[in-house]
Structures are given as structure tokens and as C-alpha cells.
């Protein structure tokens, strides 16, 4: 059972190593897609200033790296089963804040509104897996669960 395991976790995995790398391999276009999509509060906006200042870049490509960064990283942790559990939640966190400000269905009409609601969706079941592997028990030492501190 445990290969099979490994092999669905490295499936999974796929996803998001591939959209990150995506993003970092395409920088300028993922800040643009970040910058009409996000919009930093204006109590942050001196924080975000030092940053850019700072690194000498926009905060929008800031977290462009930050995004691709973390995906490819929480997937391979993921795929890897290193902290896995770890990453899985930091991936929900993740999906959810890219449902919310990426497709908010709610606020679309038409075509747009039918293909976001499917990613929308498509991400609600992310988090599903993605909680199925934060509860997944772990294994003791000699091969059975260990679901405590002993």
C-alpha cells in the first residue's frame, strides 16, 4: 500500500511543481497577472515600499517568485514526503487565498464565470487532498501508525 501511496503523492505533487515552475520561468507575466489582481492595503503600503526599495523590485514581482517559489518547493517536500504534512498546510493556505483573489467567480458573468467556477472547484478539491494528506497518519518507526506521542 505504501507504493501506492507514493506514487499518487508524486502525481499530486506534479501539479504544483509544474505551475510553479511555470511562474518562474515566466516572471513578467505572472507580476502582471498579480498586479491586476491584488491589491495591497493602503496600511502595508509603507512596508511594501521598503521592500521594493530594498530588493529594487515591484512587489508584484516579489511575490511572483514567492508564489512560484513556494510551489515548487511544498511540491517536491510533498512528492519527497519530507514534512509533508508540514507543506500540505502551507499549500492550503496557498489554494485558498488563489480561489479568492484569482477566481471569485462570484463577481464574473458569462464564460468567465462557468470557467472560474471549474477552477474554483478544481481548487476545493485540492484542499480536499491536500487536508487528506496533512491527516494521514504517520508511520512509527516498525512500520505501523503512530498517532501520538507515547
Request: hydrophobic residues 55%; aromatic residues 10%; neutral net charge.
Amino acid at each position: 500500500m505504501s507504493g501506492i501511496v507514493a506514487i499518487g503523492r508524486i502525481l499530486f505533487a506534479v501539479l504544483f511543481v509544474f505551475s510553479g515552475a511555470n511562474k518562474l520561468f515566466d516572471i513578467s507575466v505572472t507580476a502582471q497577472e498579480i498586479a491586476t489582481k491584488v491589491v495591497i492595503p493602503a496600511a502595508l503600503t509603507s512596508y511594501t515600499g521598503q521592500l521594493e526599495s530594498l530588493t529594487g523590485m515591484p512587489i508584484a514581482q516579489q511575490l511572483a517568485i514567492a508564489a512560484g517559489a513556494l510551489e515548487v518547493i511544498c511540491g517536491l517536500m510533498i512528492a519527497l514526503n519530507f514534512g509533508a504534512r508540514f507543506f500540505a498546510a502551507i499549500l492550503i493556505l496557498f489554494v485558498i487565498a488563489v480561489t479568492v483573489f484569482y477566481h471569485d467567480f462570484w463577481n464574473m458573468t458569462g464564460a468567465d464565470r462557468v470557467n472560474n467556477t471549474i477552477h474554483a472547484l478544481k481548487n476545493l478539491s485540492l484542499v480536499g487532498a491536500l487536508l487528506i494528506i496533512v491527516g494521514f497518519p504517520r508511520r512509527s518507526a516498525e512500520g505501523g501508525i503512530a498517532y501520538g506521542e507515547h
